[in-house]
């Protein structure tokens, strides 16, 4: 951030972190409201734990995929780590070379870390990332 006169900077950047705060700090309402909804009607409380676990698999199920793809793609060379982690993203070992190879030759983005959102992957697109990172 660059402005004229150092007051202007930091009275800039007052006003950021007071808008920050305002978003962050004081959620709007109605995700409160719609959660007291859903967790309060016992047939949306149960429609909405059926379509977690749903998920929940479904992300494992992708995992377990990428974990295979990767290790055939791969061979010698451990994605255990894969299966081990949790949640909607995935650390998938490979490096910031492969992560390069994959967006210039390919068009596929991921983070130079080689972290992607497992939830993004499908049974269509599951293989490819793996294939991809090593055709060069």
Known sequence: MHCAEPTQ???LLGQLKFTARRNYSSPPTHGMRLIATVLSD?????????ELE???VRIMTMREKLHTALSLAVPGRSF????????????TGLTAAE????QSDFGV?????GRICIAG???SNVDLLPRLSHAR
Do not use: I, P
């Open 9 to 11: 900077t930091a009275n």
């Open 42 to 50: 016992t047939s949306l409380w149960k429609m909405w734990a059926e």
């Open 54 to 56: 749903a998920m929940r």
């Open 80 to 91: 255990a780590h894969v299966v081990k982690q949790r949640g909607m993203f995935a650390y």
């Open 99 to 102: 992560v390069a190879a994959l």
């Open 109 to 113: 983005y991921a983070v130079s870390t």
């Open 121 to 123: 992957l499908n049974d």
